[in-house]
């Protein structure tokens, strides 16, 4: 049974930083590459960051690009999104998911990813 478990959501201030993980059991977690999304309140979930089955590759959406970092932890399984500078903006429920398939050409769109966690809460105050 595959699983995404996200954690490291909160509350902080705007200029803060936070780190989110999302540790994966029940897939061989080299062959996939994985995605962050984030849904605001009565907006359509978007695309944050992905990284590549290697990890070798990464690709951002600009609203976040400089801030955000995606890396892989193959020894954990664990996914991980550090994010500094956090705006109001960034205020969402943020989802991580899994891609057998998903290429840098393609981890953009939600329907690239096969599995997807139940979402951690992130907002920022001003």
């Known amino acids: 049974q595959v699983q995404l478990v996200e954690s490291g959501g909160g509350l902080v201030q705007a200029g803060d930083s936070l780190r989110l993980s999302c540790a994966t059991s029940g897939l061989t977690f080299g062959n996939y590459a994985m995605g962050w999304f984030r849904q605001a309140p009565g907006k359509e979930r978007e695309f944050v960051a992905g990284?590549?089955?290697?990890?070798?590759?990464?690709y951002y959406a600009d609203s976040v690009k400089g801030r955000f970092a995606i890396s892989k932890g193959n020894d954990k399984n664990t996914v991980y999104l550090q994010m500094n500078s956090l705006k109001p903006e960034d205020t969402a429920v943020y989802y991580c998911a899994a891609g057998r398939w998903a290429t840098t050409q393609t981890m953009a769109i939600m329907t690239s990813y096969d599995w997807w966690g139940q979402g951690t809460q992130v907002t920022v105050s001003s």
């Open positions: 990284i590549s089955r290697s990890g070798g590759s990464t």
